[in-house]
Protein backbone atom coordinates (compact mmCIF):
# COMPACT_ATOMS: atom_id res chain seq x y z
CA UNK A 1 0.00 0.00 0.00
CA UNK A 2 1.51 3.47 -0.86
CA UNK A 3 1.26 6.04 1.29
CA UNK A 4 -1.22 8.08 -0.70
CA UNK A 5 -3.62 4.59 -0.07
CA UNK A 6 -3.95 4.20 3.28
CA UNK A 7 -7.33 5.44 4.50
CA UNK A 8 -7.52 8.89 6.06
CA UNK A 9 -9.08 9.13 9.50
CA UNK A 10 -11.56 12.48 10.52
CA UNK A 11 -8.88 13.55 12.72
CA UNK A 12 -6.00 12.99 10.05
CA UNK A 13 -8.39 14.95 7.55
CA UNK A 14 -8.93 17.90 10.56
CA UNK A 15 -5.12 18.52 11.27
CA UNK A 16 -4.54 17.79 7.72
CA UNK A 17 -2.79 21.03 5.52
CA UNK A 18 -4.97 22.71 3.22
CA UNK A 19 -2.83 23.18 -0.10
CA UNK A 20 -3.42 26.02 -2.80
CA UNK A 21 -2.43 25.21 -6.35
CA UNK A 22 -2.37 28.37 -8.51
CA UNK A 23 -0.33 31.27 -6.59
CA UNK A 24 -1.75 34.00 -7.86
CA UNK A 25 -4.45 36.64 -6.39
CA UNK A 26 -6.99 34.36 -5.03
CA UNK A 27 -4.25 31.23 -4.31
CA UNK A 28 -2.21 34.22 -2.18
CA UNK A 29 -5.62 34.89 -0.31
CA UNK A 30 -6.33 31.64 0.70
CA UNK A 31 -3.07 30.61 1.48
CA UNK A 32 -3.12 33.72 3.82
CA UNK A 33 -6.58 32.97 5.40
CA UNK A 34 -5.62 29.40 6.31
CA UNK A 35 -2.00 30.26 7.39
CA UNK A 36 -0.07 28.59 9.46
CA UNK A 37 -1.78 25.33 7.97
CA UNK A 38 -1.75 25.83 4.48
CA UNK A 39 0.75 25.33 1.63
CA UNK A 40 0.97 26.67 -1.66
CA UNK A 41 2.10 24.14 -4.97
CA UNK A 42 4.95 25.85 -7.00
CA UNK A 43 6.66 25.01 -10.05
CA UNK A 44 10.05 24.12 -9.17
CA UNK A 45 11.87 27.00 -10.84
CA UNK A 46 9.92 29.35 -8.31
CA UNK A 47 10.55 26.97 -5.80
CA UNK A 48 14.36 27.26 -6.24
CA UNK A 49 14.21 31.06 -6.07
CA UNK A 50 12.67 30.37 -2.43
CA UNK A 51 15.27 27.25 -1.45
CA UNK A 52 19.13 26.67 -1.90
CA UNK A 53 18.49 22.59 -1.45
CA UNK A 54 16.49 21.08 -4.79
CA UNK A 55 15.52 18.35 -2.02
CA UNK A 56 13.71 20.30 0.34
CA UNK A 57 10.04 18.98 0.35
CA UNK A 58 8.83 22.37 1.82
CA UNK A 59 10.20 25.85 2.72
CA UNK A 60 8.77 28.94 4.56
CA UNK A 61 8.46 32.64 3.16
CA UNK A 62 6.45 35.34 3.91
CA UNK A 63 3.29 36.27 2.28
CA UNK A 64 2.60 39.55 2.47
CA UNK A 65 -1.55 40.79 2.29
CA UNK A 66 -3.17 44.26 2.60
CA UNK A 67 -6.09 45.74 1.88
CA UNK A 68 -6.35 48.69 -0.48
CA UNK A 69 -8.75 50.53 2.49
CA UNK A 70 -6.24 50.14 4.89
CA UNK A 71 -2.85 49.92 3.15
CA UNK A 72 -0.78 48.29 6.36
CA UNK A 73 0.89 45.18 4.81
CA UNK A 74 0.11 41.79 7.09
CA UNK A 75 2.55 39.09 7.29
CA UNK A 76 2.42 35.44 7.51
CA UNK A 77 4.35 32.80 7.33
CA UNK A 78 3.97 30.66 4.18
CA UNK A 79 5.04 27.07 2.72
CA UNK A 80 5.79 25.87 -0.51
CA UNK A 81 6.30 22.95 -1.95
CA UNK A 82 7.98 21.86 -5.02
CA UNK A 83 4.87 20.83 -7.73
CA UNK A 84 6.96 17.82 -8.42
CA UNK A 85 8.57 16.72 -6.11
CA UNK A 86 6.26 16.53 -2.92
CA UNK A 87 5.33 13.59 -2.26
CA UNK A 88 3.05 13.35 0.75
CA UNK A 89 -0.54 12.65 0.55
CA UNK A 90 -2.53 15.68 -0.19
CA UNK A 91 -6.09 15.78 1.24
CA UNK A 92 -7.85 18.85 1.20
CA UNK A 93 -6.76 21.05 -1.52
CA UNK A 94 -7.80 24.37 -3.27
CA UNK A 95 -7.06 24.94 -6.98
CA UNK A 96 -7.44 28.18 -8.15
CA UNK A 97 -5.52 28.07 -11.06
CA UNK A 98 -6.61 29.68 -14.54
CA UNK A 99 -9.37 27.44 -15.91
CA UNK A 100 -7.35 26.10 -19.18
CA UNK A 101 -4.09 25.22 -16.73
CA UNK A 102 -6.71 22.98 -14.35
CA UNK A 103 -6.12 20.04 -15.69
CA UNK A 104 -2.24 19.82 -16.43
CA UNK A 105 -1.98 21.50 -12.86
CA UNK A 106 -3.90 18.47 -11.11
CA UNK A 107 -2.33 15.60 -13.21
CA UNK A 108 1.48 17.22 -12.51
CA UNK A 109 0.13 16.39 -8.54
CA UNK A 110 -2.04 13.00 -9.20
CA UNK A 111 0.40 10.81 -7.28
CA UNK A 112 0.25 12.60 -4.53
CA UNK A 113 -3.39 13.17 -4.17
CA UNK A 114 -5.28 11.09 -1.32
CA UNK A 115 -8.21 9.03 -2.75
CA UNK A 116 -10.08 10.52 -0.51
CA UNK A 117 -8.90 14.31 -1.10
CA UNK A 118 -11.60 16.81 -1.28
CA UNK A 119 -10.44 19.32 -4.04
CA UNK A 120 -12.22 22.49 -5.04
CA UNK A 121 -12.05 24.73 -8.00
CA UNK A 122 -12.36 28.33 -8.09
CA UNK A 123 -12.42 29.46 -11.60
CA UNK A 124 -14.00 31.82 -13.89
CA UNK A 125 -15.73 30.14 -17.12
CA UNK A 126 -17.18 26.39 -17.36
CA UNK A 127 -15.61 23.39 -19.19
CA UNK A 128 -12.67 22.71 -16.24
CA UNK A 129 -14.88 21.03 -13.89
CA UNK A 130 -16.60 18.69 -16.00
CA UNK A 131 -12.76 17.86 -17.49
CA UNK A 132 -11.68 17.39 -13.68
CA UNK A 133 -14.64 15.25 -12.81
CA UNK A 134 -13.82 12.70 -15.94
CA UNK A 135 -10.48 12.73 -15.06
CA UNK A 136 -10.31 12.10 -10.86
CA UNK A 137 -13.70 10.46 -10.89
CA UNK A 138 -12.81 8.98 -6.89
CA UNK A 139 -12.59 12.46 -5.33
CA UNK A 140 -14.91 14.37 -4.04
CA UNK A 141 -14.95 17.88 -6.60
CA UNK A 142 -16.35 21.24 -4.43
CA UNK A 143 -16.68 24.29 -6.92
CA UNK A 144 -17.08 27.49 -6.14
CA UNK A 145 -17.79 31.31 -7.44
CA UNK A 146 -16.36 34.30 -5.71
CA UNK A 147 -16.98 38.27 -6.11
CA UNK A 148 -13.82 38.41 -4.40
CA UNK A 149 -11.38 41.67 -5.89
CA UNK A 150 -7.52 40.88 -5.26
CA UNK A 151 -4.56 41.02 -7.45
CA UNK A 152 -0.85 40.55 -6.71
CA UNK A 153 2.24 43.10 -6.88
CA UNK A 154 4.81 40.25 -6.87
CA UNK A 155 4.68 36.78 -6.46
CA UNK A 156 2.89 36.00 -2.88
CA UNK A 157 2.18 39.89 -2.50
CA UNK A 158 -1.56 40.35 -2.58
CA UNK A 159 -3.34 43.20 -2.36
CA UNK A 160 -7.49 42.31 -1.03
CA UNK A 161 -9.23 45.36 -3.36
CA UNK A 162 -12.59 44.42 -3.19
CA UNK A 163 -14.43 42.35 -0.17
CA UNK A 164 -16.33 40.24 -1.58
CA UNK A 165 -18.50 37.15 -1.04
CA UNK A 166 -17.15 32.86 -2.09
CA UNK A 167 -20.31 30.56 -2.16
CA UNK A 168 -19.37 26.80 -3.00
CA UNK A 169 -20.89 24.01 -3.90
CA UNK A 170 -20.60 19.82 -4.17
CA UNK A 171 -19.69 19.37 -8.12
CA UNK A 172 -19.07 15.34 -7.57
CA UNK A 173 -19.10 12.67 -4.83
CA UNK A 174 -18.19 9.23 -4.66
CA UNK A 175 -18.40 6.16 -2.61
CA UNK A 176 -14.99 7.59 -0.80
CA UNK A 177 -16.94 10.85 0.03
CA UNK A 178 -17.09 10.12 3.97
CA UNK A 179 -19.58 12.34 5.28
CA UNK A 180 -17.53 13.74 8.37
CA UNK A 181 -14.81 14.85 6.17
CA UNK A 182 -17.09 16.51 3.78
CA UNK A 183 -18.31 18.41 7.02
CA UNK A 184 -14.75 19.25 8.34
CA UNK A 185 -13.96 20.56 4.70
CA UNK A 186 -16.59 22.89 4.97
CA UNK A 187 -16.48 24.03 8.64
CA UNK A 188 -12.61 24.79 8.33
CA UNK A 189 -13.50 26.92 5.06
CA UNK A 190 -16.41 28.98 6.98
CA UNK A 191 -13.86 29.50 10.20
CA UNK A 192 -10.65 30.21 8.41
CA UNK A 193 -11.56 31.32 5.23
CA UNK A 194 -12.88 34.05 3.65
CA UNK A 195 -16.66 34.71 3.45
CA UNK A 196 -18.07 31.70 2.28
CA UNK A 197 -21.66 30.56 2.37
CA UNK A 198 -21.99 26.58 0.88
CA UNK A 199 -25.19 26.08 -0.97
CA UNK A 200 -26.59 22.32 -2.73
CA UNK A 201 -26.64 23.31 -6.23
CA UNK A 202 -23.95 25.37 -7.02
CA UNK A 203 -24.51 24.63 -10.79
CA UNK A 204 -27.18 27.71 -11.36
CA UNK A 205 -24.60 30.10 -10.03
CA UNK A 206 -21.72 28.84 -11.75
CA UNK A 207 -24.03 29.71 -15.09
CA UNK A 208 -25.22 32.88 -14.06
CA UNK A 209 -21.45 33.87 -13.59
CA UNK A 210 -20.66 32.50 -16.77
CA UNK A 211 -23.37 34.28 -18.20
CA UNK A 212 -22.31 37.68 -17.19
CA UNK A 213 -18.67 36.88 -17.63
CA UNK A 214 -19.12 36.21 -21.37
CA UNK A 215 -20.98 39.24 -21.93
CA UNK A 216 -18.11 41.13 -20.80
CA UNK A 217 -15.21 40.51 -20.36
CA UNK A 218 -13.99 39.73 -23.98
CA UNK A 219 -16.15 43.16 -25.05
CA UNK A 220 -13.71 45.17 -22.83
CA UNK A 221 -10.75 43.96 -24.31
CA UNK A 222 -12.90 44.34 -27.82
CA UNK A 223 -12.92 48.15 -26.47
CA UNK A 224 -9.74 48.17 -24.31
CA UNK A 225 -11.80 49.83 -21.80
CA UNK A 226 -12.99 49.90 -18.07
CA UNK A 227 -16.12 47.53 -17.00
CA UNK A 228 -17.83 50.84 -16.93
CA UNK A 229 -17.11 52.19 -19.88
CA UNK A 230 -19.17 49.74 -21.73
CA UNK A 231 -22.46 51.60 -20.64
CA UNK A 232 -21.16 54.88 -21.96
CA UNK A 233 -21.39 54.28 -25.75
CA UNK A 234 -24.34 52.98 -27.50
CA UNK A 235 -22.43 51.22 -29.81
CA UNK A 236 -20.66 49.25 -26.73
CA UNK A 237 -23.93 48.49 -24.54
CA UNK A 238 -25.66 47.24 -28.18
CA UNK A 239 -23.07 44.62 -28.40
CA UNK A 240 -23.81 43.73 -24.46
CA UNK A 241 -27.58 43.74 -25.55
CA UNK A 242 -26.98 41.36 -28.49
CA UNK A 243 -24.61 39.05 -26.43
CA UNK A 244 -26.65 39.32 -23.17
CA UNK A 245 -30.15 38.29 -25.72
CA UNK A 246 -28.13 35.13 -26.76
CA UNK A 247 -27.03 34.01 -23.62
CA UNK A 248 -30.60 34.24 -22.74
CA UNK A 249 -31.64 32.28 -25.72
CA UNK A 250 -28.86 29.35 -24.76
CA UNK A 251 -29.75 28.76 -21.40
CA UNK A 252 -33.38 28.95 -21.92
CA UNK A 253 -32.06 26.21 -24.51
CA UNK A 254 -30.82 24.18 -21.91
CA UNK A 255 -33.47 24.90 -19.81
CA UNK A 256 -31.48 27.06 -17.30
CA UNK A 257 -33.13 29.65 -15.64
CA UNK A 258 -31.90 32.67 -14.12
CA UNK A 259 -33.40 34.88 -11.34
CA UNK A 260 -33.17 38.54 -13.12
CA UNK A 261 -33.19 39.11 -16.67
CA UNK A 262 -29.28 39.15 -18.02
CA UNK A 263 -29.37 42.26 -19.62
CA UNK A 264 -30.81 44.44 -15.73
CA UNK A 265 -28.36 42.04 -14.33
CA UNK A 266 -24.98 42.78 -16.42
CA UNK A 267 -25.68 46.26 -16.34
CA UNK A 268 -26.04 46.16 -12.31
CA UNK A 269 -22.63 44.46 -12.83
CA UNK A 270 -21.24 46.89 -14.82
CA UNK A 271 -22.19 49.63 -12.87
CA UNK A 272 -20.84 48.29 -9.65
CA UNK A 273 -17.40 47.24 -11.51
CA UNK A 274 -17.27 50.40 -13.50
CA UNK A 275 -13.54 51.40 -12.37
CA UNK A 276 -12.32 47.54 -12.55
CA UNK A 277 -10.54 46.25 -15.30
CA UNK A 278 -12.05 42.28 -15.71
CA UNK A 279 -9.86 40.07 -15.37
CA UNK A 280 -9.58 39.37 -19.11
CA UNK A 281 -8.55 42.56 -20.18
CA UNK A 282 -5.67 41.81 -17.39
CA UNK A 283 -4.81 38.72 -18.93
CA UNK A 284 -4.58 40.59 -22.40
CA UNK A 285 -3.03 43.17 -21.39
CA UNK A 286 0.19 41.17 -19.60
CA UNK A 287 0.11 39.03 -22.82
CA UNK A 288 -1.16 35.73 -20.71
CA UNK A 289 -3.81 33.59 -22.74
CA UNK A 290 -7.41 34.49 -21.23
CA UNK A 291 -9.88 32.33 -20.34
CA UNK A 292 -12.64 33.24 -23.05
CA UNK A 293 -12.30 29.61 -24.58
CA UNK A 294 -14.19 28.35 -21.21
CA UNK A 295 -16.28 31.80 -21.19
CA UNK A 296 -17.77 32.36 -24.92
CA UNK A 297 -15.89 29.60 -26.01
CA UNK A 298 -17.77 27.25 -24.10
CA UNK A 299 -21.29 28.53 -24.58
CA UNK A 300 -20.55 28.58 -28.42
CA UNK A 301 -19.26 25.00 -28.41
CA UNK A 302 -22.76 23.78 -26.12
CA UNK A 303 -24.69 25.68 -28.45
CA UNK A 304 -23.20 23.90 -31.48
CA UNK A 305 -24.54 21.08 -29.99
CA UNK A 306 -28.25 22.22 -29.58
CA UNK A 307 -28.03 23.24 -33.13
CA UNK A 308 -27.99 27.11 -32.00
CA UNK A 309 -25.91 29.76 -33.94
CA UNK A 310 -25.00 32.53 -31.66
CA UNK A 311 -23.51 35.19 -34.24
CA UNK A 312 -22.49 37.69 -31.78
CA UNK A 313 -20.85 35.49 -29.89
CA UNK A 314 -19.19 34.22 -33.03
CA UNK A 315 -17.96 37.87 -33.99
CA UNK A 316 -16.65 38.59 -31.05
CA UNK A 317 -14.34 36.09 -30.70
CA UNK A 318 -13.42 36.16 -34.40
CA UNK A 319 -12.75 40.17 -34.01
CA UNK A 320 -10.58 39.39 -31.00
CA UNK A 321 -8.76 36.26 -32.44
CA UNK A 322 -7.87 38.84 -35.24
CA UNK A 323 -6.41 40.84 -32.39
CA UNK A 324 -4.46 37.75 -31.37
CA UNK A 325 -6.52 37.30 -28.21
CA UNK A 326 -7.15 33.61 -27.38
O1 LIG B 1 -15.83 38.58 -12.92
C1 LIG B 1 -15.48 39.53 -13.54
C2 LIG B 1 -14.13 39.43 -14.19
O2 LIG B 1 -13.47 40.44 -14.40
O3 LIG B 1 -13.74 38.29 -14.48
C3 LIG B 1 -16.34 40.74 -13.69
C4 LIG B 1 -17.72 40.43 -13.14
C5 LIG B 1 -16.45 41.14 -15.13
C6 LIG B 1 -15.84 41.90 -12.86
O4 LIG B 1 -14.68 42.47 -13.38
Redesign the pocket.
Known amino acids: MTKTNVPSSPEHFQTAPWFILGGGAMGCLWAYDLAPNSIILVKPERYLQYTNDPSTALTATKLSYQKTSQNIPCIRECRLANIRSYSSPILKLIVTTKAQDTLSALTAIQHTLHPQAHILLLQ ?1 GMGSQQAVKEQFPMHTLWCGSTTQGAYTTDFLHVVHAGLGQTTIGPWHTSSDTHPHFSAIFQQQLITYGQQVTFINEIQPLLWQ ?1 LA ?2 AC ?2 GL ?1 VLFECK ?1 GELLTSPNRLKWVEKLCQETEQFLDNKQIALTTPLFQHVCH ?1 LKQ ?1 AE ?6 MDATHQRPTELMYINGFILSEAKQLGLLLPSHTALMVQLAQKGIF
Not at 276 to 281: F, G, H, K, P, Q
Open positions: NKININTNVTNYSSTY
